[in-house]
Structures are given as C-alpha cells and as structure tokens.
C-alpha cells in the first residue's frame, strides 16, 4: 500500500510560482507511473504532467500548462514534485498526486493552488 502526502499549495498572485512536492511511503516508488492531475470547482480533473517508471517513455505535460510547468522525481526521497512558473487564474484548483503500477492505483489528499489578484 503507498500513501501519498501533497503540499506546497497556497494562494499566490498571477505570474507567481509555486513548487508541489508528493511524498510517497509504503513503497519505493521508482518503478512507479507517477502523475499530477488538477481539478478546479465544477470541472472535471483533468491531467497536468506525468513521468514514467524507471525513467523509461515520454514525460508528458498538458498543452496548457507547457512551458510553464515541470515534474520531476527525487527518487532518493522517494518524491515527486511539480514546478509551478507564470501561474495565470485559469491553474486554479486542487491539485492531486497519483501513483501507479501495474494494477495499483494510489491517490493523494490533494492540495489547493489558489491564483488571484
């Protein structure tokens, strides 16, 4: 079983940056599919950035946050983190770390990322 714990959300103001970090026990999550998904009020949560396991396939970021947004994994914390530049109103919303492998499926708690003037 992997739990994972996000944070590093908060309210910030346009143009602002912020750096998600998703920490991961239970398991050494290396191996893992890790991803960060958002989901603003009233929307559906929709697919931010992904890294592959063992760094093995094609990292992905959303058309609308490329360029501006970064994942990474630390793998000796067992970490995944999302960097967060030029934040714009529209990034507002909770943002969730997943982890996957093979037919394991692990969400976070999630944390809200709050951009406004």
């Known amino acids: 079983q992997v739990q994972l714990v996000e944070s590093g959300g908060g309210a910030v103001q346009p143009g602002e940056s912020l750096r998600l970090s998703c920490v991961a026990s239970g398991d050494n999550v290396t191996h893992y599919h890790m991803a960060w998904y958002r989901q603003a009020p009233g929307q559906k949560r929709e697919l931010v950035a992904a890294?592959?396991?063992?760094?093995?396939?094609?990292?992905f970021h959303a058309d609308s946050v490329s360029g501006r947004f970064t994942i990474s994994r630390d793998n000796a914390k067992n970490t995944v983190y999302l960097q967060m530049n030029s934040l714009k109103p529209e990034d507002t919303a909770v943002y969730y770390c997943?982890?996957?492998?093979?037919?394991?499926?692990?969400w976070g708690q999630g944390t809200q990322v709050t951009v406004s003037t």
């Open positions: 890294l592959p396991g063992d760094g093995i396939g094609v990292t």
């Open positions: 997943e982890a996957t492998y093979a037919t394991s499926d692990y």
